[in-house]
């Protein structure tokens, strides 16, 4: 069916559907643990099924590894750390970890293709950003892996020995490779747990890892549940837990490593404020919001999920925001027209019609864009909320989907307080002609990321990471590097 978008004109244009061809993708119908650089049946032989959430069809099967399982990759991490990997010069680690990220970006077609049928983002967006972004994390902290002693002068850094990495369905491949590029070019070895919802593109890149001859145990890839990602964390000789997930499991996750000796990274979740004052450019502020909190389906932990508008802007701002709401497509996430992809799961769905049920009954006005969503597979509209204040549901607690709840401010005091009034303190934006006010509410907003005037950037060489109930640690540059060593 062709799909109509608005020009900035006012005029519209067809589309007809364009989607991206499925016939490089190779993937197996079950994937096996990947421990010791080789496929091993999990011990329980227990399967889950990974659905693409666009069409709720199996795709594959993917292990779900036990007490057992995790045991036996964390020995043969151990091995590697001990006999191997530690005794490598940098440079030969850094060596691999070059290879490994010319592979990927080799392979990097049809692994955007499945990150985007596991996960349900936008081919736009596994393509030009999820998996760009991975390959050059790999490249990033491949040129680190000689120059420890550089980067942290006087401070001898030395590894920490085998880190358990835990991460979510948002990002799939990119947070798996700012989990290990990072570990590996500090001299660990690791043992990484996918989410049960997104295991395959952490699973080809075991292929990856494999076809590189990186040293058999330096890198494990175990998949299952919750119930695996415990395992890993009360493992007693892992040396250092790096979460990504939601705050009730970092939670859980930093009781459980409380008096033992593992190091801890965690990033949790967000209730982000994208901030517009009156002397914005209005026009790029409303592509930046789009792209805050639509961008990935607000599957992002950094979403500008609460905006604030000054109040004589606020009319323009909504009114502009409404209208470019209308021209955004939602459906096959393998589409290259399409905007907004499938919602990662039933669950998560669920989730997000829940907290879309509770802003309607605690008052907020709602407004959906009218576009047509596909009849099967788990689908959201872009939502906005007006008439919200501080105290309501969905501006307090996160909701991981494309639902934005709008108030407006009128002094700058005013607006770094309400801001500031959450939980969490992940990131920001801040849209204002005046540089003199980014920097005063950069130093004033707690929030471990600030962009001025745009939104949602990554780069490897920028630290990312939390205040508050958003976590601790940081990842990405060389603050993500030093995670991963023992400083003197
Ligand atoms: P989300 O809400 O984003 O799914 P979760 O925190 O539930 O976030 O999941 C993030 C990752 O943590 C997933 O890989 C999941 O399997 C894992 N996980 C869930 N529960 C636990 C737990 N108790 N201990 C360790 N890892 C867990």
């Not at 990935?296 to 932990?301: K, P, W, Y």
């Amino acid at each position: 069916m062709a799909k109509k978008k608005e020009s900035p004109q006012g005029t519209e244009w067809n589309y007809s559907p364009s989607p991206e061809s499925t016939t490089h993708v190779k993937l197996e119908k079950r994937y096996a643990l990947f421990i010791n650089n080789e496929w091993v049946a999990p011990s329980s032989k227990a399967y889950f099924p990974t659905l693409n959430p666009a069409n709720e069809t199996v795709i594959s099967e993917i292990a779900w590894a036990n007490d057992k399982d995790v045991d036996k990759a964390v020995r043969a991490a151990r091995k590697a750390y001990q006999e191997v990997w530690s005794k490598l010069s940098g440079a030969e680690r850094g060596k691999y970890l070059f290879r490994i990220a010319r592979m990927m970006q080799e392979k990097s077609r049809e692994l955007a293709v499945i990150e985007s049928m596991d996960c349900g983002k936008p081919i736009r967006e596994s393509r030009d950003i999820d998996i760009p972004l991975a390959c050059n994390h790999f490249f990033y902290y491949a040129g680190w892996a000689d120059k420890l002693e550089y980067a942290f002068p006087t401070k001898n850094p030395k590894p920490l020995g085998v880190a358990g990495q835990i991460i979510p369905w948002n990002f799939p491949l990119l947070m798996a490779a700012w989990k290990i590029a990072p570990a590996l070019a500090a001299g660990n070895t690791v043992v990484l747990k996918p989410a049960e919802t997104t295991s395959l593109t952490a699973l080809k890149l075991a292929e990856i890892i494999k076809e590189s001859g990186l040293p058999p145990g330096v890198v494990n890839i175990v998949t299952g549940h919750g119930d695996t990602g415990a395992a890993i964390v009360n493992h007693p000789d892992i040396d250092k837990i790096a979460f990504t997930g939601s705050t009730n499991v970092g939670k859980i996750i930093q009781r459980s490593v409380a008096g033992t000796h593992k190091k801890t990274t965690l990033e949790l979740g967000g209730k982000s404020a994208n901030i517009i004052f009156d002397d914005a450019p209005i026009d790029q502020a409303v592509e930046g919001i789009v792209n805050g909190i639509f961008f990935n389906q607000g599957h992002v932990c950094c979403a500008g999920s609460r905006l604030f508008v000054q109040e004589n802007v606020a009319e323009e701002v909504i009114r502009k925001l409404k209208h470019r709401m209308e021209s955004l497509y939602v459906g096959d996430p393998l589409d290259k027209n399409t905007d907004i992809g499938a919602i990662n799961s039933k669950e998560q769905l669920d989730t997000i019609n829940r907290y879309i049920k509770i802003g309607i009954e605690e008052g907020a006005e709602i407004h959906q864009s009218q576009c047509a969503i596909p009849s099967q597979g788990f689908f959201c509209r872009p939502t906005l909320f007006i008439g919200v204040s501080q105290s309501h549901t969905i501006a307090q607690e996160e909701i991981f989907g494309p639902v934005l709840s709008i108030q407006t401010f009128r002094t700058v005091d005013e607006v770094i307080q309400k801001a500031n009034n959450t939980p969490y303190g992940l990131a920001a934006g801040v849209w204002t002609d005046k540089g003199s006010r980014i920097f005063n509410l950069t130093t004033q907003l707690k929030a471990g990321v600030v962009w001025a005037n745009t939104y949602n950037k990554f780069d490897p060489v920028s630290p990312f990471g939390g205040y508050k109930e958003s976590g601790f640690g940081r990842e990405g540059g060389l603050h993500g590097l030093g995670a991963y060593l023992k400083l003197s």
